[in-house]
């Protein structure tokens, strides 16, 4: 059955979000129809003046809504520690415990041959840039444990140590809360490398 | 970990959204914050349209863009047949198989003395006046089989039945594609209640 017209137009761009199949669709279309008329209007907005509003950072590549992100901007933050992710959904990972002080560099991707993502398609450049003009002393780099999240992080590695950088990795191993038993092999295999010594 | 004002507003309004969590919102808000500009905008004029146009049909009370819905405005239609449901999208279910060919009639809702739903409530006056109004010989009772449904099938087939309307329950039982082992108890019964002869 076809809706009106604005509704199946409604529908056809709520499909395209990512995991909203037709039926979900319809189902937020006629939510968005019966709910108050300022709800509704209030999320059109949203959007409208996220699109408007949001850059990405000239340092980092996190989004902000000026020059420099709110991290960058932290004068609390330590300069000489810097995270590098792939996406900014992965410094939001990263920024959830709230423990880490430093900054971060968002690369945009990893190195993906196959896929025609060379270095000069990342965020690899600035970052190098950021390690010259000093005051750094390490990177933690926290790609993706991927075939091409590896391979950027050693490309980055062998980059980054000429600079007198510390270039480190982040941990791999079990997740917490989950179980050894259900753990793939080659996560089992990552925890075997990284175990560490019992403290105390 | 806070994002930028705009994208935590936008956040905020996704989450109203039904089935929508926090997660899910913010995975929502980065993919309209990556896609083309064009497709973001497209869908907050999208919802600002469908709530400028969407309206109710002034017989059924289905949604219409215009005084009448496209199922009332279409006079290939059999008016003397009448399907009572409780909401627009119940009336969308209906009319998934493309058979029924009569017109419909959406109360708002069913009876529920509990929760404040008295008769005048609900759509049932402007049923009464449209089988008044002549040439309805039948109107199938759509509500859901739930109690509130059962009891508003049965108020309003005694209502109409001294207008020398057909009043029809629509048949329950085991839904094709599922198997009787995992049926309720409810629906056993129902489906034994409605048990028809062997045709053929």
Redesign the interface.
Known sequence: ???????E??I???V????IGRK?A????????R?R?E????????????????RFCTQCGN???AER??ICSDLSRDPSIICVVEE??DL?AF??P?TFRGLYHVLGGCLSPLHGVTPEKLSIAPLIERLRSGGVREIIIATNPSVDGEATALYLAKLTRPLGVRATRIGMGIPIGSSVEFADEITVQKALEGRREIEG
Chains 1, 2 share one sequence.
């Open positions: 059955m076809k809706l009106t017209p604005s509704m137009t409604l056809a761009e709520l395209k979000l990512p995991t979900s319809q189902r937020l279309a006629f939510h968005l129809l709910t008329r709800d509704a209007l209030a999320l059109a907005r949203a959007i409208e003046r996220m699109r408007e509003s949001v989004i902000a809504e992100c709110a900014v959904t939001v920024e959830r709230g």
